[in-house]
């Protein structure tokens, strides 16, 4: 099995010595793609009873500000907790505790998404048989995040607002992938100029039938349905 943290400089490197830098380029992926999925299905195991989110988004879009809105909305029923990725700080893992869940950062440095097997480690410091709900906060970044299985149940696909509504178009695989959309900032849309037919056409074309929740994570409107949406996925999922 290739190490995935040496090999990784290879399959980034534009200008690598390789004689057949398109075929080896090809092979290291497909060897990191393989073992990412086989601790993305380990994860799957350990997660059992527990519902598991990826929410992915561009940077700033406010997928933190969603879950500690959310945190603090659950926190009377059910027991939440959250694994964050940025590239440095633990800057959100600090507003999800103030908002009253456990957290734990993962600081990625260089790479651009999560992958499963640092989710593995950082769920070792959690207690996971007593959650109900684990919430990972992916890199802020709309391509690399696709590519990579953490082992959770839902994918979650956040856009603002303030991002163009031409989003869903552009970065097709992430939002045609999700399980579900969230559409936040909406207390903003008006003053941003924001085309909500279009986005939702957008979302529509390429990931048709998957649900959308607008929302705003500042005042809260429409947190309920979303929440909801929690709430009933965590009892299907326990059956
Ligand atoms: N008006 C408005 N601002 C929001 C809303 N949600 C988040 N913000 C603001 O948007 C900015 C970014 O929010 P974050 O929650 O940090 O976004 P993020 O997606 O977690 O960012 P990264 O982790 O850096 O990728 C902050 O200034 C938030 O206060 C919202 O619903 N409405
Ligand atoms: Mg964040």
Request: net charge negative.
């Amino acid at each position: 099995m290739a190490d995935p943290v040496a090999t990784r400089d290879v399959r980034v490197s534009p200008h690598g010595t390789a004689v057949t830098p398109g075929a080896r380029v090809v092979q290291v992926q497909k060897s990191l793609m393989t073992h990412n999925d086989g601790v993305a299905a380990a994860n799957r195991a350990a997660f059992k009873g527990c519902l598991v989110l990826n929410i992915v988004s561009s940077p700033g879009s406010g997928k933190t500000a969603l879950l500690e809105r959310s945190v603090r909305e659950l926190a009377g029923d059910l027991r939440v907790a959250v694994v964050v990725g940025d590239l440095e700080t633990d800057n959100d893992a600090v507003r999800i505790h103030a908002a009253g869940a456990p957290s734990v950062q993962i600081v990625t440095g260089t790479v651009c998404h999560l992958e499963a097997e640092m989710v593995a480690r950082a769920v070792d410091q959690l207690d996971l048989a007593g959650l109900d709900v684990l919430v990972i906060e992916n890199v802020g970044n709309l391509v690399c995040p696709a590519s990579w299985d953490l082992g959770e149940d839902l994918r979650v696909t956040l856009l603002s607002t303030t991002e163009g509504e031409d989003k869903p178009l552009k970065y097709p695989r992430i939002f045609k992938d999700a399980d579900a959309v969230v559409i936040n900032k909406v207390d903003i849309a008006e003053a941003v100029g924001f085309e909500r037919e279009r986005a939702l056409d957008a979302v529509a074309k390429v990931s048709p039938g998957t649900p959308v929740f607008e929302l705003s994570a500042r005042t809260g409107e429409g947190m309920d349905a979303w929440l909801a949406f929690v709430r009933e996925r965590l009892a299907a999922k326990r059956g």
